[in-house]
């Protein structure tokens, strides 16, 4: 495979194939005429089969809108009231490894913030807002006695939340590990896994009582690849096996837990977050590399969690698989781990960013506009054909999005965001198109609610629909936050 371990960006290099059909393969088609194998370069849109009819598009009554954030992104004081270190204090403390230096301090100083920020919701009109909890303020040391306060901050979210009538739906882990834990091996060791079901059953014990949206793992591809492979994450490895370790036992880990809140008898829903990326061969006679990338990046996840199997063709020395040892990935599983981890959930939480094309040696080549962040290939009518695949392959299951987002072109704090609104706009337009065609989708959450530590990127991208001044906090709601409110306020979206 073309990759090196660690390349400074992923988008130069390879990435994930959706089975396409009909309309898709055509544009996916038409799509590989204009590939530009420039990560920056201008690619030409793709033409678009689809255009909104001009009636505004309604969303079903129950429909959760949300707005999501992390805990290591803009909670702040990470040594406040018993918190202990986590792996991402660590890596930040190596000032190369983030952007400007920066750290989890201040963030967006939610831990003191969260009444107003949840004020701020409620005049959104939010139904719904993601976090995520700090594994280490609960257990500073990843396991032993639970740190009360930590408990009793997260009850007074809860609770400031459910009296504004906001859904709470949270994170058990966003990617920030308790140091300890990862002295110890990390998401290498399969205790880990016994240690996360345990930090879980403490969390549905102690909130029980609330009806929550449970989301187990955020995004094991990202914390496994871009952290134990590309090295651009906490904990910082470089090496595909550590990867493959991360992926099982993160995976493992999601179905323990699942089994927790099962046994816990808590109220709510109870998911994983996979981010998912559309894959477009951009030679439609040579679509092999698209194939393993749509294996690693999609079906390593999707299937063991909703079919009990892990793929084939995720795993090896092919161009577009993750270059780890399939032989040592396979000797890590244990009889009844599949079992474990496709423990039926209430619900899929999908993240969505954008597409990418493939080329037959695996790579990723840009094949439509990106951001500021140049990983991000922007293409709505993605979402379309990752929801309708989802229903065409795998058993029916309600999926909620819980993460979909752009970030502003420049650093600079703005509340002019009309690329924002455009995004927003087309990519609830192709949820709602999914809807009519019988997809199960029963929410969408933006990311961010605020700008935030955008993690290597530091401060250096703004993804929030509120800005934030970070020297003073202050929260400024941009005009991507006033469109979204106007289409909750309609629960439907308008062709324009
Ligand atoms: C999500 O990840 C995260 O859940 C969230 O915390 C984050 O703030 C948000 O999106 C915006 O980025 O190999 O260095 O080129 C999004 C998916 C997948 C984006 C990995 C970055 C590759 C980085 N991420 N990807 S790199």
């Known amino acids: 495979m073309t990759d090196s371990p660690a390349r400074p960006s992923a988008t130069i290099a390879r990435r994930g194939f959706l089975a396409l059909g009909g309309s898709a393969a055509a544009a996916a088609a038409l799509a590989a005429c204009t590939a530009s194998s420039s990560p920056t370069g201008p690619a030409t849109p793709t033409p678009t089969p689809w255009a909104p009819p001009a009636e505004p598009m309604p969303f079903p009554a129950d429909y959760l809108w949300g707005t999501a954030t992390s805990a290591y992104q803009v909670e702040g004081e990470t040594?406040?009231?018993?918190?202990?270190?986590?792996?991402w204090d660590t890596f930040a403390a190596t000032r190369s490894n983030v952007k400007?230096?920066?750290?989890?301090?201040?963030?967006?100083?939610?831990?003191?913030?969260?009444?107003?920020?949840?004020?701020?919701?409620?005049?959104?009109?939010?139904?719904?807002?993601r976090f995520s909890i700090s594994w280490s303020r609960i257990l500073p040391t990843g396991s032993g006695a639970v740190n009360q306060a930590g408990l009793d901050h997260y009850r007074a979210v809860v609770?400031?939340?459910?009296a504004r009538g906001i859904r709470p739906a949270i994170?058990?882990?966003h990617w920030d590990l308790p140091q300890a834990l990862q002295d110890a091996g990390g998401w290498g060791d399969r205790e880990t896994t016994a240690r996360f079901a345990e930090y879980a059953r403490t969390l549905f014990d102690a909130f029980g009582d609330v009806e929550i949206d449970w989301l187990t793992i955020n995004e094991p591809k990202t914390h496994a690849f871009v952290g134990h492979w590309y090295g651009v994450h906490a904990p910082g490895l470089t090496d595909p096996d550590a990867a493959a370790a991360a992926v099982h036992h993160q995976m493992l880990a999601h179905g323990l837990a699942v089994r927790e809140f099962r046994a816990?008898?808590?109220?709510?829903?109870?998911?994983?977050?996979?981010?998912?990326?559309?894959?477009?061969?951009?030679?439609?006679?040579?679509t092999g590399g698209a194939e393993r990338v749509d294996a690693s990046e999609n079906r390593l996840f999707l299937d063991p969690v909703l079919l009990g199997s892990y793929p084939i063709d995720a795993i090896g020395p092919y161009p577009g698989s993750l270059p780890a040892d399939a032989t040592a990935f396979e000797a890590l599983q244990q009889p009844g781990d599949l079992d474990v981890i496709s423990e039926p959930c209430d619900l899929l939480a999908i993240q969505y960013y954008g597409v990418t094309g493939v080329?037959?040696?695996?790579?990723?080549?840009?094949?439509?506009?990106?951001?500021?962040?140049?990983?991000?290939?922007?293409r709505a009518e993605g979402l379309y054909d990752l929801l309708t695949r989802l229903r065409d392959d795998y058993p029916p299951i309600p999926i909620l999005i819980t993460e979909n987002g752009m970030p502003d072109p420049l650093p600079a704090v703005t509340v002019d965001d009309p690329y924002r609104v455009d995004f927003l706009r087309t990519h609830f337009q192709q949820a709602a198109r999914a809807i009519d065609e019988g997809v199960p989708l029963i929410g969408h959450?933006?990311?961010?609610?605020?700008?935030?530590?955008?993690?290597?990127?530091?401060?250096?991208?703004?993804?929030?629909?509120?800005?934030?001044?970070?020297?003073?906090?202050?929260?400024?709601?941009?005009?991507?936050?006033?469109?979204?409110?106007?289409?909750?306020?309609?629960?439907?979206?308008?062709?324009d």
């Open 79 to 87: 040594a406040l009231d018993g918190r202990g270190p986590s792996i």
């Open 100 to 129: 400007g230096g920066a750290t989890g301090d201040p963030a967006a100083d939610q831990y003191h913030r969260y009444e107003a920020d949840a004020d701020l919701m409620s005049d959104l009109g939010v139904g719904a807002y």
């Open 159 to 162: 609770d400031a939340l459910v």
């Open 171 to 173: 994170t058990l882990f």
């Open 264 to 286: 816990s008898g808590a109220k709510g829903r109870i998911g994983i977050a996979l981010n998912l990326l559309p894959v477009y061969p951009i030679d439609p006679d040579a």
């Open 359 to 378: 080329d037959d040696g695996g790579n990723t080549v840009t094949i439509e506009p990106t951001s500021a962040a140049s990983w991000q290939q922007i």
């Open 445 to 495: 959450f933006v990311w961010s609610l605020l700008d935030n530590f955008e993690w290597a990127e530091g401060y250096s991208q703004r993804w929030g629909i509120v800005a934030v001044d970070f020297a003073t906090q202050e929260r400024m709601p941009k005009a991507s936050a006033g469109y979204f409110s106007d289409v909750i306020a309609a629960n439907a979206v308008s062709p």
